[in-house]
């Protein structure tokens, strides 16, 4: 009999995926990774009811305390993201460092099973004239988290299956409601934890960076209003900045420096162009030219042309580490954030992706 170890949240969407891996014939282990206390999925709740569901299908449940790793590689990393003016992308970065690494270890070196499975709305396929395993977009364009998953490696493709990939999310109600499951009805969860246990990501913010007084400043040099917190801002925002305006103001760049929140029209808050650092060529490996693709900057946002720049190591500016990538966009975008993930696509195939990393010095016109 396959074994397969299910990282169960304590949500429908990793229940059902157990409960279809069982159905199926597998051997089925849970395991759960306690990431932090309080309310919401991963945490003590969410604990729980991944024991619950254990208990329905029978099979083992294992609790891993990953509280300490989470802390430094999720909760760290944010902070030190906002205060230093970026827009940090926690939810990859969770997925390789806290989750399927930890997991896949846990699985192989504790229990002697080689392969993972999560309640993930993407799909793995394997190029036999490659011999790389692909990461595609789920069937359901609505939950698709295939951009959150641009950094897994090839070794965690290859140990991870998907079981919800090929189905809607409106299927997996119906299967969790068909297997008696006792998650079935629990209502949809944040799209990042931290906001889920804190209320907000102000909240969350607020409990680790002391308010900070400084300027709003229109790019051309006016004192518009005060702000207590740059990290309360992100690139593109146009509503909640505190000011009054004729016109409708972005916010066009975070100066922590001199801990100012600089805003500007929509002309000054678009971009042609972006740096991307520490990408991952996930289903082709590395080109040495410019490819086309459909560029996603943002989780919720539309895929948009542009061309990927392969950047060699003389062109890199000084100080810079890792592979990474130029992007020049067809249309001028709006919102291009230091600190997100910017993921490319061929159709539904996951090319690569890596986090931008500034903005182009010049202003599309």
């Known amino acids: 009999m396959n074994k397969i170890v299910v990282g169960l949240s304590g949500g429908v969407d990793s229940s059902a995926a157990a409960a279809i891996l069982h159905h199926q014939g597998y051997e089925v282990v849970g395991l759960t990774l306690w990431l932090m206390k309080g309310k919401g999925q991963c945490c003590s709740e969410g604990m729980v009811d991944a024991a619950k ?40 970065q969770c997925n390789k460092t806290v989750k399927f690494g930890p997991m896949l270890k846990y699985a192989r070196q504790e229990l002697g099973i080689e392969k993972i499975a999560t309640g993930h709305y993407a799909r793995i396929t394997h190029d036999t004239q490659t011999g790389r395993y692909q990461l595609r977009r789920a069937i359901d364009p609505g939950k698709d988290q295939s951009y959150f998953l641009y950094d897994l490696t090839q070794d965690f493709l290859a140990g991870t299956e998907f079981p919800l990939g090929e189905i809607t999310k409106t299927e997996t109600r119906r299967i969790a409601a ?37 300027d709003i400043v229109h790019k051309d040099g006016r004192v518009l209003g005060q702000h207590d917190g740059i990290h309360h801002y992100t690139i593109g925002q146009r509503k909640g900045l505190g000011i009054a ?18 805003v500007g029209d929509r002309l000054l808050a678009v971009e042609s162009e972006c740096y991307v650092q520490q990408v991952n060529w996930v289903s082709v490996a590395p080109p040495t030219a410019p490819i086309r693709a459909e560029v996603q900057i943002r989780y919720r946002s539309h895929p948009v042309p542009a061309t990927v720049i392969p950047l060699e190591s003389s062109q890199e500016p000084e100080n810079n580490r890792g592979t990474r990538v130029k992007l020049i966009f067809d249309e001028p975008q709006l919102s291009i954030t230091p600190g997100q993930a910017a993921v490319w696509y061929e159709g539904d195939l996951l090319l690569g992706g890596g986090l931008i990393e500034k903005q182009a010095a010049s202003k599309a016109g």
Do not use: W
Not at 81 to 86: I, M
Not at 249 to 261: G, K, M, P, Q, S
């Open 53 to 92: 569901i254990c208990e329905q299908l029978g099979v083992p449940h294992h609790i891993v305390d990953s509280r300490e790793v989470f802390q430094a590689s999720i909760v760290d990393f944010l902070v030190e993201g906002y205060s230093a003016g970026v827009t940090p992308l926690p939810c990859s």
């Open 178 to 214: 068909e297997f008696g499951l006792t998650t079935a009805d629990k209502p949809e969860s944040q799209d990042l934890c931290l906001v889920e246990s804190n209320g907000s990501m102000r909240a969350f913010l607020d409990k680790y960076i002391a308010p900070h007084k400084g």
């Open 245 to 262: 305006a004729p016109e409708p103001l972005y916010v066009v760049e975070l100066d922590a420096a001199r801990n100012r929140v600089i």
